[in-house]
């Protein structure tokens, strides 16, 4: 039997891209849209590398709603779509919140909406632990409450998550929310990895690049967190985990797996690492020395958080399999794939 169609938002981004692979491995048909505003349209050939499958690509913005209308008047028997085109930088959201309002909440309306008019009835969100800022109590489950992020970025994921549950009650959409916690990491093969446009904000960027000389050096936010070195905890997660959990997701959907209308998971391993620690692991693992100092917090910074990940081991059978080690041996793998290929990363 034919697998099912399904179109990927922001498929030529990070997870977006890494998605598109195990989506074509298992089968799937896969329609790309993306307005290349944080990615390289290369990023498909290199998934072709990859699977031996080039993704049909749409250039649009989805804010655009004519385009979004054309597209769905090209592409027809659509069985699932998943969400990944959003903005998701938290120091440009302070800086400019109309933009990520704009961008993030009018695509998804446009979206919602086009899936209306085409009786499109399944979708997978990306959503992000930021919705529940710093918790009370850790690990964070899928019920704990939600507190108010500290960026505009991270807002646009909370009021996000309420459209489509509202939308939910009253129509005859599914949905699965997947509230990510640090996907870092990057595809074994190298071919594809995160392509920060820019200088990085995150980490694992910031640890690769200042190890491959394009930074001098690495600076730690914070030393004096109530955590066991002083540094902020995270719960990193591989981004080919990630991406398999939406596959399942997607299967869940279709099949009718799912019991609510809207659904929500988050997506971590459960274990938290410290700045440090991670510093420390990819010396050890690259054995690559890191030029780094600790200087004062960075403002918004949440202490520490790490996910509950027993709702989503039990119900979507799903369990992060790659640990910190590979994590960050493939996100130098990758960095070292960018620097011989000479990619642009010094801006
Ligand atoms: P990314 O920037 O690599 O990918 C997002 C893609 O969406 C980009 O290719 C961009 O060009 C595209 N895009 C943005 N706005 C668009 C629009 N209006 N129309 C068409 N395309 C548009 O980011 P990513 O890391 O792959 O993140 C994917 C999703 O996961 C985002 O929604 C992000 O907010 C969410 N998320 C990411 C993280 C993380 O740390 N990477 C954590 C939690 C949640
Ligand atoms: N850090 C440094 N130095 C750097 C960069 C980061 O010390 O140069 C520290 C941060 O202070 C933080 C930790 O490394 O303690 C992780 O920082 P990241 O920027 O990599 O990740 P965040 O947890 O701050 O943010 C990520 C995503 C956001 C999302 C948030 C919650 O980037 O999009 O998780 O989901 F909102």
């Excluded at 919140?97 to 990306?126: G, R, T, W």
């Amino acid at each position: 039997m034919a697998k099912a169609k399904v179109v990927v938002t922001g498929g030529t981004g990070y997870i977006g891209s890494h998605t598109l692979v195990e989506l074509i491995e298992k089968g799937y048909e896969v329609v790309v849209i993306d307005n290349l505003n944080n990615s390289y349209a290369n990023t498909l050939q290199q998934v072709k590398e990859i699977t031996g499958k080039l993704p049909q690509f749409y250039c649009f913005d989805l804010c655009d709603k004519n385009a979004l209308s054309q597209f769905f008047e090209q592409e027809k028997n659509i069985d699932a779509i998943i969400h990944f085109a959003a903005l998701k930088a938290v120091g440009e959201s302070v800086d400019n919140p109309l933009l990520y309002y704009h961008n993030n909440i009018v695509s998804l309306i446009y979206l919602l909406e086009a899936m209306k008019v085409n009786q499109i009835n399944h979708l997978v969100f990306s959503s992000s632990c930021t919705v529940y800022g710093q918790p009370d109590k850790l690990p964070v489950s899928e019920n704990a409450p939600l507190k108010l992020p500290e960026s505009p970025y991270g807002k646009t994921k909370q009021i996000a998550e309420q459209i489509i549950a509202d939308v939910c009650f009253t129509s005859p959409l599914q949905v699965i929310s997947l509230r990510y916690f640090n996907p870092i990491g990057a595809h074994e093969s190298a071919l594809i990895g995160e392509f920060p446009i820019g200088a990085p904000n995150n980490l694992v960027p910031m640890i690769t690049q200042t190890a491959v000389g394009i930074r001098e050096k690495l600076l730690v936010f914070g030393s004096d967190y109530d955590t066991k070195d002083g540094s902020c905890v995270r719960d990193y997660i591989h981004v080919v985990d990630i991406a398999q959990a939406h596959v399942i997701a997607i299967e869940r959907l279709i099949q009718q797996k799912n019991k609510k209308n809207y659904e929500v998971f988050n997506l971590g391993t459960g274990h938290g690492y410290t700045v440090l620690e991670t510093i420390q692991t990819f010396e050890n693992v690259t054995g690559v020395k890191l030029n780094y100092e600790i200087t004062g917090r960075r403002s918004g910074d949440v202490e520490k958080v790490y996910a509950d990940t027993q709702w989503a081991n039990k119900e979507l059978g799903w369990k992060a399999q790659r640990n910190l080690d590979n994590m960050l041996q493939t996100a130098w793998n990758w960095q070292l794939k960018l620097n011989e290929l000479n990619m642009k990363q010094d801006d």
